[in-house]
Nanobody, 127 residues
Framework: QVQLIESGGGLVQAGGSLRLSCAVS????????MGWFRQTPGKEREFVAA????????YYADSVKGRFTISSDNAKNTVYLQMNSLKPEDTAVYYC????????????????????WGQGTQVTVSS
């Protein structure tokens, strides 16, 4: 059974940084492309960032490009989201997701492309 456990959320002031982690268990980590999504109350879940199965490709939403960095560590079965220069509009529940689909260098950007999801971690950015 595949499990994704997020951590690292919290409260931070605008301009600050947080690093989210997502630990994957139950399947070989390198078999997954990984992604981060976020959701605020009353809104659809939106794509944030993705990294391909072998880590060779990354993709970012325009709203976070240049501020957020996605990375993965196969030895630790973990994907990270480093978030810098945080803004109040980044406040959301952040979810990590794992995809078994696509080619090795493809970084999925759509919800339907992901097969497994974590429980989410809250990020709150105060102004």
């Amino acid at each position: 059974q595949v499990q994704l456990i997020e951590s690292g959320g919290g409260l931070v002031q605008a301009g600050g940084s947080l690093r989210l982690s997502c630990a994957v268990s139950g399947r070989t980590f390198s078999s997954f492309a990984m992604g981060w999504f976020r959701q605020t109350p009353g809104k659809e879940r939106e794509f944030v960032a993705a990294i391909s199965r072998l880590g060779g490709s990354t993709y970012y939403a325009d709203s976070v490009k240049g501020r957020f960095t996605i990375s993965s560590d196969n030895a630790k079965n973990t994907v990270y989201l480093q978030m810098n220069s945080l803004k109040p509009e980044d406040t959301a529940v952040y979810y990590c997701a794992a995809s078994e689909r696509g080619l090795n260098y493809y970084a999925p950007q759509q919800e339907w492309e992901y097969d497994y999801w974590g429980q989410g971690t809250q990020v709150t950015v105060s102004s």
